[in-house]
């Protein structure tokens, strides 16, 4: 079946948030905030934009360390999980731990990530969590023209993705299986080459019951990721394998693009 291009609009609800809950583990959310934290060269009290946000993970674990962090999703859900979490009536198990105040530091707003409409607001901004594959070249481009002019002049924009096309491609599998607790999954994906994109399907299995969600994925290589953030205002400071800041190479199963706007 062909994946609609807006896919992404409807992905994001009922089990796929559980599969998400159960793939990150809270010392990847722990490990990402502390690159984030070295990274945005941001002081106490600063405002950052956490694009998109899902269910707060990394905004909460920022406003922990200081940071005012505003949240962006355009998953109803995740945004309602994340305002639950920030009441203190959400789920037993939340993202992080909080101190008493770090709760004031964080707002989550409901929003396509595309249409930003801040001006020269925040002090960083960051895309974590593989979001800045979903969008094909000319979204993107409106989406990173979006961030530079929701930053102040100078603020770093932090990009973090296993979609590059030199961390995906070499090892691509066109169908893989995966056990996350009581929830089974398997991948079937499809490389289109003419239009440089993975289609893929999730089968999810849990209780007998089985649900399938369509989603497309866009590869870019790092040069083009590089001067689409330069086109759009950036200049790139810094390019990592791993959140341990190894150099970025052929096979490199993350990149981490450190940019700043100009």
Known sequence: MPVPSNW?????????????????????????????????????GARVLDVPCGNGRLSFE?????????????????????????????????????????STRV??????????????????????????????????????????????????????????AESVLPDFEEQSSHELGDLALTIKERYLAEESCIDSEYIFERDGQTESRLAREWIYTVAEIRRMLENAGFSIL???????????KLGSQELFIVSEAR
């Not at 009441?87 to 101190?99: V, Y």
């Open 8 to 44: 992404f609009e409807s992905f994001f609800h009922g089990v796929t948030l559980d599969l998400w809950r159960k793939a990150i583990p809270p010392e990847q959310t722990t490990a990402e905030a502390e690159f984030l934290i070295d990274h945005l060269n941001c002081d106490a």
């Open 62 to 102: 920022l406003a922990q360390r200081g940071l005012r962090v505003t949240g962006v999703d355009i998953s109803e859900e995740f945004i309602e999980e994340a305002r639950a979490i920030q009441n203190q009536s959400g789920p037993p198990a939340t993202p992080t731990s909080r101190d008493s105040d770090s």
């Open 107 to 164: 707002e989550f707003l409901l929003r396509d990530m595309r249409y930003l409409e801040d001006q020269a607001v925040y002090d960083g901004a960051y895309c974590f969590g593989n979001s800045f594959a979903f969008l094909e070249h000319a979204e993107m481009e409106k989406f990173l023209r979006a961030i530079a002019r929701a930053l102040k002049p100078g603020a770093r924009f932090i990009i973090e993705t296993g979609m590059a």
């Open 238 to 248: 810094d390019l990592y394998g791993s959140l341990k800041c190894k150099p970025y």
